[in-house]
C-alpha cells in the first residue's frame, strides 16, 4: 500500500464514507465538510472528535509530556513485575496476532514504535503496518525511529474508538497499553473488531493484577501505588462476533492481554432444536419456559 493508496483508504471515522484528497495530497475533507491535515512527514491528523472528550484529552497531554523519557519509566515498570522480561513477552503479544509476510496489520496507540518494530518484521516483506496514536509527539518519535525496509508503514493520529478506516481492511489490529483509560472503551472495542476481516486476529492487553494475586503483600503495596492496576479486564465490552477466545496474563501476572478471532456474525444457540430420543417434543426454549412458569408459580404462593 503507497502512501496515496493509504490516504485513499482513509474514511470519515464517524459514517465512514469517502473523503475527498486535495489536489495537494495535503488535506481530506469529509461530505460534511471536516478537513483532515497530512502532516510534512506524511502523518495525517484523523482525530475525532477535533476537541477530544476530557479524559481522552487529558491521556494526551500526559503521553506528549513524557515522549522522551516513556521507555526508560514502561521498562522500569516491568522489571519490577517480579523482573519480568520485557523482550520476550513483546514477542508473545505480537505473535498473538499470527501476522506473515505480505499481511496488513493496525496498531492502534503505537506509541514509541517498541511493538510496533516487531509488526514490522512480521509482515515482511511486502506487508503493510498502519500505526496509529493519540500523541502527536509519540508517534514522530515511532516515525523517526524504525526501521521501514521492506514494508509499507503508513502513520495516522486517531482515537481508537473512531477508526478511519471500512470494514475488514486488516488482517489483524493491536493495541497494549491504554485501552483501561478509553473513554469510550467499549466503541473502541467494537471499532477494533470493526476492521479486521473475517477470520483475522484482535490482540488487546493493559493493566489488571490476576484476581488471585491482589491479596499478595507486594501486589497490595502496588495497588495503592497505581491505581491503573486496579482495573478488571474488560471482557464485558468484547464483541459478539468472536470466537476463540483467549485470556493471557503476562509482566507478573499484574498486565493482560486478549487475543480472538473475528466472526462475520455473532454466533447462536438453536433454542429450537429438539433433544433426540424422546417421545415428546423438548427443546431449550420450552424449558425456559417451563422454567419460567415454575418461577412464576412460586412468586404467587
Known sequence: MTHPEFLDALVCPTTHTALTIADDGKSLTSQDGVTYEVGDTGIVNMLYPKELLPGDAHEQYLYDQAFLRYDRGVSWVFE????????????????????????????????????????????????TAVLSDLS???????????NTAEVNVHYFLGNGSYLPFKDDTFDAVFHFGGINTFSERKKAFDELTRVVRPGGKVVVGDESIAPWMRSQPTYQTLLKANPLFRAEVPMEDVPANVENFKLHYIFGNAFYVMEYTVRENAPEIDIDLPIPGKDFVDNWRLRAEKANDTMSESENE
Open 80 to 127: 519490577t513485575l517480579d523482573h519480568s522480561d520485557e523482550a520476550a513477552t513483546r514477542q508473545f503479544m505480537i505473535s498473538l496476532m499470527d501476522l506473515k509476510p505480505g499481511m496488513t496489520a493496525l496498531e492502534v496507540g503505537a506509541g514509541t514504535g517498541k511493538d510496533s518494530a516487531l509488526i514490522l518484521e512480521k509482515v515482511k516483506p511486502g506487508g
Open 136 to 146: 502527536p509527539n509519540m508517534l514522530k518519535l515511532a516515525q523517526d525511529k524504525l
